[in-house]
């Protein structure tokens, strides 16, 4: 079956360093994969997400994304965290099963520390 | 703006009741979509719908129903069957086709008491 691996569920890291953010997935077709982000009792905004062409996808509050085919991963980048970054981010692959449906990670919790 | 509204934000209810979660989107989506977030455990879906008067089991759909009456429209019903009904509930919609992603609604969490 398909599916979405997040690696950690916590990651904590100091205000200025980079934030990485692991996202692998499994699927036998090329998939659209996203990342969202959200904020303590909110819902989930887009971050930036991946479709065809450039493998390298920039997104909102400056985080970035690769697509690497070889290794079946879609990770999560921000060179220089920031207090405000700390929230939940999810990753989600195209369900190849259906048009329209997105499968999702169980999500990585991002803490800053000052 | 287009948009997805969840309401009320907030809900209380005593064990036992049925409750009913709004969900409408000004966005022209076709698919609508309930999600169950418990902490720890990501996201859940419950129903899904692509059209309007069709709609589809998810992973967690006991003790729940949805209609899909109109467009815009596709409310949650937490019946009395649902054992933990107390939780945070996320409304997405979606334009056909994968590549587009969903659009959230900001949430309702539900205290049953």
């Known amino acids: 079956a398909q599916s979405v691996t997040q690696l950690g569920s916590h990651v904590s890291v100091s205000e200025g360093a980079l934030v990485l953010l692991r996202c692998n997935y499994s699927s036998s077709v090329p998939p659209y994969l996203f990342w969202y982000v959200q904020y303590p009792n909110q819902g989930l905004q887009l971050l930036l997400k991946y479709t065809t062409g450039a493998t390298l996808v920039k997104g909102i509050n400056g985080f970035e994304a690769e697509f690497k085919k070889s290794e079946t991963s879609f990770h999560l980048t921000k060179p220089s965290a920031h207090m405000s970054d700390a929230a939940e981010y999810f990753c989600?692959?195209?369900?190849?099963?259906?048009?329209?449906?997105?499968?999702f990670g169980s999500g990585t919790r991002l803490l800053v520390r000052p | 703006d287009g948009g997805i509204t969840q309401s009320p934000k907030y809900l209380f209810r005593k064990e036992g009741q049925n409750v009913t979660l709004s969900c409408e989107q000004n966005?022209?989506?076709?698919?609508m979509y309930w999600y169950r977030q418990d902490p720890g455990q990501g996201l859940r879906l419950i129903y899904y719908s692509q059209i309007v008067n069709d709609f589809q089991k998810g992973d967690i759909a006991e003790g729940y129903s949805v209609s899909r009456e109109k467009k815009e429209s596709f409310p949650l019903t937490v019946t009395s069957a649902q054992k933990n009904p107390t939780a945070f509930y996320l409304c997405?919609?979606?334009?056909?086709?994968?590549?587009?992603?969903?659009?959230f609604g900001s949430g309702t969490r539900l205290t049953v008491v």
């Open positions: 966005l022209n989506h076709d698919a």
């Open positions: 997405a919609s979606s334009m056909t086709g994968t590549g587009y992603g969903y659009t």
């Open positions: 989600a692959v195209s369900d190849e099963d259906s048009s329209y449906k997105l499968i």
